[in-house]
């Protein structure tokens, strides 16, 4: 890995360790070098392979992860030096999506983004085959069959491609339906607690494990808040350090709830020590999804695994450096999310006001709007007008204001 603190560089190989055990992989053995930048043939120094090549044939090892994404000539270099499976970073995430999709679009985005990251590795793949020199004539079975394998592989990249677009094409509709609710998307590092919370929040079967990607494909729940107030949060996937940028891309649509929704509750593990590098991590993802300037809700989760001295001391450092709203939370213990709970109705309410509304009844436009941004809570049809309590988004409210014969007074 690149140069790191000796605690960074522990955690970040703890966390490959946890991605390792995930994939199914047991770790007999680590090793660490410290790089200003990497070796253009290798990635680690010659030294380090031959050091490395002792380590495996000593553990036996019939796999080498690396931290890093590997460049094509890299991972054939390292595989021709040390004789094992070389995988990378992004590869072992994306092994690890595969095994842990289960909707038909979540096996899709997975095999899309896994065909993006093996085209320009195929000639590693055939290099065996490969006879030397080009042209007509000269062209070896190897080539042929890169060749095939290359048109291939981009036939299937846009026949993904078409249907998941399909597919992001039919949530749009499904978004649609839901136009009146208020929308709160959990997002958050993987592991920090997202699915645990609403299953708790909504008292439903969430499928909840604690293991690093343990759900990747959304689920949606109504959630009471309130007296008169309820919300639908959806769970999306996690993030991580160094998500491949292929998987970013391939979920786009999936992730698209974030960028519909009214709130994001970014869930963190209060617990974990490298919670600050976390944070910024999913910001960095939500940067580029084009939604950090979504109302943001920061959930510190598992506060229960503090002690008491640790929960003050952490509670007094938030209060100086954060400057965006908290709230603690533990899915596990009684009436650890309400205080959660309470919070976003207060979002809520502050987004989407209750009003009471007087539209003319040849005023089709105006009920049209109410009904299709708001919620209707109560409906009287009173000769030439209509009366209506309704909580609307304020831009909503703000063009109904604008418009002749329409009254609105705020309800306290």
Not at 163 to 180: F, P, S
Not at 309 to 335: M, Q, T, Y
Not at 385 to 398: K, M
Request: net charge negative; proline share 4%.
């Amino acid at each position: 890995m690149k140069w790191e603190s000796p605690r960074a560089a522990e955690e970040h190989l703890h966390e490959l360790s946890r991605l390792a055990d995930t994939a199914g992989a047991v770790v007999v053995g680590t090793l660490v070098q410290r790089l200003d930048s990497p070796h253009p043939k290798y990635y680690i120094g010659e030294g380090k392979v031959a050091e490395l090549k002792e380590l495996v044939e000593a553990t036996g090892a019939s796999l080498v992860i690396f931290d890093e994404e590997l460049s094509p000539a890299q991972g054939k270099n390292l595989e021709d030096a040390l004789k094992v499976r070389i995988v990378d970073r992004a590869e072992l995430i994306l092994d690890i999506f595969a095994t842990r999709a289960r909707t038909a679009e979540a096996q899709m985005q997975v095999e899309l983004a896994q065909l993006q990251y093996m085209l320009p590795r195929l000639r590693r793949m055939w290099t065996h085959l490969e006879r030397t020199g080009g042209g007509i004539g000269t062209r070896g079975p190897g080539e042929t069959q890169l060749e095939t394998d290359r048109r291939l592989i981009n036939r299937r990249i846009r026949d993904l491609r078409a249907k998941l677009e399909v597919v992001a094409q039919r949530r749009a509709t499904q978004r649609k339906g839901r136009k009146g609710e208020f929308r709160v998307a959990l997002v958050g590092y993987t592991n920090a607690g997202k699915s645990s919370i609403l299953r708790a929040l909504s008292n439903s079967d969430l499928f909840v494990e604690d293991r690093l990607f343990a759900t990747l494909d959304p689920a949606t729940r109504q959630v009471d808040l309130g007296p008169g107030t309820r919300a639908l949060f959806t769970d999306t996937v996690g993030f991580i350090r160094k998500l491949p940028h292929h998987l970013v891309a391939s979920f786009r649509a999936t992730l698209e709830e974030t960028r519909e929704a009214d709130l994001l509750l970014h869930v963190i593990d209060a617990s974990h020590p490298s919670w600050p590098e976390h944070k910024e991590v999913v910001e960095d993802v939500l940067a580029d999804l084009g939604v950090a300037d979504r109302p943001i809700l920061v959930v510190f989760n598992k506060i229960d695994q503090l002690t008491h001295a640790e929960e003050e001391a952490f509670r007094e450092r938030l209060g100086l450096e954060l400057g965006e709203p908290f709230v603690f939370a533990s899915a596990v213990e009684a009436g650890g999310l309400d205080a959660l709970r309470e919070k976003v109705r207060d979002m809520l309410l502050e987004q989407r006001p209750e009003v009471h509304l007087t539209i003319p009844v040849q005023d089709g436009e105006a009920l049209a709007v109410v009904y299709r941004e708001g919620e209707v809570l109560v409906r009287k049809d009173e000769g030439a007008v209509i009366n209506l309590v309704a909580r609307l988004p304020r831009p909503a409210l703000g063009r109904l204001m604008r418009r002749v014969g329409v009254g609105v007074t705020s309800i306290a």
